[in-house]
């Protein structure tokens, strides 16, 4: 949020979008920043998958699209998005894993924390070699997890939601903190949590 003469407001609620392609890391520095900086962690890929697991009318929805590496209709995640920030614990601050992918989804987010009397303080976008993408992914053995569908998820993380990040870079005022993935992960962590420090918060705990 920013005050009248353009300063960023140092009390709003930290929202963190987590932005990369599969397999960057966003899930595991998801958790540990939002641990680290007292803030809640929404994932939508998480959500999805517990909704599958338990066959909820949700998680029947969804369960062709994930399975396959498709994206779940924007409609849809942003319904299930905007229903789970209206919860108390993410009114002092959130990072946001895997949302939004598209710019249908971005849009619909501003609106859902416009409401909610919150903005996007930053994106933080995790770059690592495909190579090494495919290397991790194949290891990590999810159901989605899979050569093929693996190469699929690739492919509409750049036909969809890379795009998305020239739209923050040319349609919107929030910084797009662009972050080296390729390292370990307190040291990309340390990374990501000292570029918060200098261009956003002096507040946010190394
Ligand atoms: P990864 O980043 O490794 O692809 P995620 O857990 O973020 O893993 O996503 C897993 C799957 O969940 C995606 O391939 C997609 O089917 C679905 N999904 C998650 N988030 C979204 C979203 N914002 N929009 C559409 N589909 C989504």
Redesign the pocket.
Known sequence: METTDGRRDHTAPLVLVLFG???VG??TQAQILAEKLGIAHL????A??TAIANQTAVGKQ?QR??ES????P?EL?SQIVAEELQKPQYRSGVVL??????IA?AQALEKILSDLGMSVTAVINLVVPEDVIIDR?VKRGRK?DRPDIIRH?LE?YHKETAPLLQYYQEHSTIPVITIDGNADIETVNQRILSAIKSRIRSDAQP
Do not use: C, I, N
């Not at 994932?43 to 998480?46: K, L, R, Y």
């Not at 590496?69 to 779940?72: D, E, Q, S």
């Not at 894993?97 to 598209?102: I, V």
């Open positions: 392609a599969p397999g966003k899930g994932s939508t890929g998480d999805f998958r969804v699209y994930v590496g498709a994206l779940v924007d995640v894993d895997g949302f939004p992918r598209t989804q992914l989605d998820r509409v």
